[in-house]
């Protein structure tokens, strides 16, 4: 059980435009989803914190207008990056919490490659 | 924000052998996590350890957990070549909603 399904597993744009990364709980309800972001060979950096049907919320330094992260079920959450640029190209990974196990259980998608032209 | 610091960065073994990795955290915590990370790929969990616990184990991990110092670390008895990966510590932010992970450590282990 608890798996969470990340798409696409990697994607190539071209500069100026937008991409969506989708993250979907599968068997389970997840009240909060995680956005990070990796460059090679670094740590996950925590990029913002969503809760179902509210508004995201954004760790210092990231652009909220240019990562805009939508929670509208208790399955499903969504970062689109905005006018992509190839600064942008990085692995993103997001994670849900299971409703009631508080920061104990928290599960990951396989993340998605993003690679700007 | 990154949590803490964990050493080494790199570890290079052969199989059979085991790895040492320690991770040094910042702030008080209810509990700390590892996760392990193949590369480009999305991280599993292995083992967590509760702020009152001192040791656990699971398996072929080893983990211990000291308090007083902020610090942990992940003990991999006998390794093999599949235990090359990225191994990571976590522990919850300050509002206690999310994992913030340490810098990691790259493990290569050698046939």
């Known amino acids: 059980g608890a798996v969470v399904s990340q798409h696409p597993s990697w994607v190539i744009c071209k500069s100026g435009t937008s991409v969506k990364i989708e993250c979907r709980s599968l068997?389970?309800?997840?009240?909060?989803m995680f956005w990070y972001r990796q460059f090679p060979k670094q740590s996950l950096m925590l990029m913002a914190t969503?809760?179902?049907?509210?508004?995201?919320?954004?760790e210092q330094g990231v652009e909220k207008d240019k990562f805009l992260i939508n929670h509208a079920s208790l399955t499903l959450s969504t970062l689109t990056v905005t006018s992509a640029h190839p600064e942008d190209s990085s692995f993103y990974i997001c994670?849900?919490?299971?409703?009631?196990?508080?920061?104990?259980?928290?599960?990951f998608g396989s993340g998605t490659r993003l690679t700007v032209v | 924000s990154q949590q803490g610091e964990e050493d080494p960065q790199a570890l290079s073994i052969q199989e059979g052998e085991n790895a040492t990795m320690n991770c040094s955290y910042k702030?008080?915590?209810?509990?700390l996590q590892w996760y392990r990370q193949n590369s480009g790929r999305g991280l599993v969990h292995l083992i967590l350890?509760?702020?009152?616990?001192r040791e656990k184990h699971s398996g072929r991990l080893r983990v211990t957990l000291d308090t007083s110092k902020k610090s942990s670390s992940l003990l991999i008895t006998a390794s093999r070549a599949a235990d090359t990966a990225s191994y990571f510590c976590?522990?919850?932010?300050?509002?206690?909603?999310?994992?913030?992970f340490g810098k990691g450590t790259t493990l290569s282990v050698s046939s």
């Open positions: 702030t008080s915590i209810n509990n």
């Open positions: 969503s809760n179902e049907g509210s508004k995201a919320t954004y």
């Open positions: 976590a522990t919850a932010n300050q509002a206690g909603t999310a994992l913030i």
């Open positions: 994670s849900a919490s299971r409703q009631g196990e508080g920061n104990y259980g928290y599960t």
């Open positions: 350890i509760r702020s009152n616990e």
């Open positions: 068997d389970f309800q997840a009240t909060t």
